[in-house]
């Protein structure tokens, strides 16, 4: 199980020590528009794809350009994987305002994603272990 969920910590670490380079190789105007889009489109990928989509399954993509769309938002905010995301927001569905909580840690944790998902029941995810298309980008 613990191969199955990327750790989001690697990822996340990365791009919060690269994210500085921006404003040495680029001016100040460029690293506020990044920061701005990345915020906005990181946003999107979270509410709409992973928590609606994913976590809840409330709708289904009626084009699959617009999936994959999403998918490619997906990748570019950097967060891990799709499927240790949503077993980790079931997870805290489940687990709610417990200390067996995912969400409960340091602000710090909270705010740069850094979670406690190792603990992650595979049964709370296999709809998505048995959708290929989502287990490519997983892989």
Do not use: C
């Not at 915020?39 to 979270?46: A, D, F, M």
């Not at 084009?63 to 950097?78: A, C, D, E, V």
């Not at 305002?97 to 190792?118: A, H, K, Q, V």
């Amino acid at each position: 199980m613990k191969d199955l969920i990327l750790d989001y910590h690697y990822t996340k670490v990365v791009i919060l020590l690269l994210s500085p380079l921006a404003l040495v190789y680029f001016d100040a105007e460029l690293f506020a528009y990044s920061l701005l889009w990345g915020w906005i489109l990181s946003g999107l990928v979270t509410s709409i794809f992973l928590h609606k989509h994913l976590s809840h399954k409330q709708f289904e993509f009626k084009h699959p350009m617009i999936k994959r769309f999403f998918y490619l938002l997906f990748f570019m905010s950097g967060s891990a994987t799709p499927v240790g995301w949503a077993g980790g927001h079931r997870d805290h569905h489940a687990k709610s305002d417990t200390e067996e909580d995912p969400y409960i840690g340091p602000w710090y944790s909270i705010l740069f994603g850094f979670l406690n998902l190792r603990d992650v029941s595979p049964m709370k995810m296999r709809d998505l272990l048995f959708d290929k298309e989502i287990m490519f980008v997983h892989k």
